[in-house]
């Protein structure tokens, strides 16, 4: 059968107007995906989708922590030991899950959009991993739809994107409950029993190794790993520091736990300390008790406590430090080294 020329133009428009209706759809699409999110009262027990709290003026100045709960879609923001805000949260869908560790802020960008997933927005983009997770603006459709990353309501995005900076300790955990306040003293970890030596860590023969001048500003996350029986000292995201450690309790296993310091001094003038979560939800470990058993070496001690400030992190996990792989089942542990 011939087909006239007004039949073939009507059947191209019928192909072509489809076409560019659904990339126009798919443009708008991805742009309401972006949501804006809605602030909410310091005291809402229950947040909704989109929903946020956010109070930067109860703690005006000092060091700042994240905790993203996947399982309860929450992140939570503490500055100087105290909560400023909370907001709900969609992490990654099944197949792109939001691995669970201890992380810091490698890089930030305000107007960053991907390489992986055809030039995506993530505008006020936190990145965690060097493979693509990140803390951005998103969709919060009230459930994980993401693909590996922690979508959080623009409004709120913009707000956090103000307080973090490279090196902010971020702590990606499945333990549901809202992270605790409890009162805690891990900074009484750091104590060295009269007598004792330790063997020096492989790459240094004095027993620690000490180089400040690596990172000499920034966020400071000091790190124990029962696994490693090592402590380590980042700042601004680099390591600055390593001891090994001895002691009866020094391979034990305790869980993942993260501290953060306040500005109140205890009698010694020692920090004092908040308990800020768990990545397993395992109970905290009894500090007391590490400080009996635990063997720093004193130099290392002296320099350690001079980099703790208010909201210094500490994190005590049983999984390896790692920079280039996962440990356990999927916990990444300060995963900072750029491929």
């Known amino acids: ?53 956010w109070q930067p003026k109860v703690s005006p100045e000092g060091p700042v922590a994240i905790i993203v709960s996947l399982s309860g879609q929450t992140l939570y923001v503490y500055r100087n030991g105290v909560r400023i805000g909370r907001s709900t949260v969609s992490s990654g869908k099944a197949g792109h899950r939001t691995p669970t560790g201890v992380f810091t802020i490698l890089e930030k960008n305000e107007m960053h959009h991907s390489s992986k997933y055809h030039n995506a927005s993530m505008p006020f983009m936190e990145r965690l991993t060097w493979d693509g997770v990140a803390i951005h603006a998103g969709n919060l459709p009230g459930y994980p739809e993401s693909h590996g990353c922690v979508h959080v309501p623009l409004d709120f995005a913009k707000k956090l994107y103000t307080v973090t900076e490279k090196g902010t300790t971020v702590l990606v955990t499945d333990d549901k409950a809202a992270p605790g306040m409890s009162a805690a003293q891990p900074g009484l970890l750091f104590s060295v029993q009269e007598g004792q030596t330790l063997a020096a860590p492989a790459s240094d023969t004095a027993g620690f190794v000490w180089k400040p001048e690596a990172a000499p500003a920034g966020p400071v996350s000091i790190l124990f790993s029962s696994a490693d029986k090592q402590i380590y000292v980042y700042r601004n995201g680099v390591e600055i520091g390593r001891a090994a450690i001895g002691g009866a309790d020094a391979g034990r296993t305790y869980g993942s ?83």
Not at 27 to 43: H, K, L, P, R
Not at 273 to 287: K, M, R, T
Not at 288 to 310: D, M
Not at 315 to 323: E, M, R, S, Y
Request: glycine share 6%; charged share 20%.
């Open 1 to 53: 059968m011939k087909v006239g020329k007004n039949h073939s133009r009507r059947t191209m428009e019928s192909l072509i107007i489809p076409f560019f209706a659904a990339a126009l759809l798919s443009t708008v699409c991805s742009a309401e995906a972006i949501q804006n999110g809605t602030e909410q009262n310091a005291f809402t027990p229950d947040l909704k989708a989109g929903d946020y709290v």
């Open 257 to 339: 736990h993260v501290y953060a310091a306040l500005a109140q001094k205890n009698p010694d003038g020692s920090a004092q300390w908040n308990a800020l979560g768990s990545g397993d939800g395992s109970p905290a470990p009894d500090i007391q008790e590490l400080k009996e058993r635990l063997i720093i070496p004193a130099e290392f001690l002296a320099h350690v406590r001079e980099t703790v400030t208010s909201g210094t992190t500490l994190v005590i996990t049983d999984h390896p430090v790692n920079q280039t792989t996962r440990s356990g089942p999927s916990f990444t542990i300060l995963n900072t080294s750029d491929p």
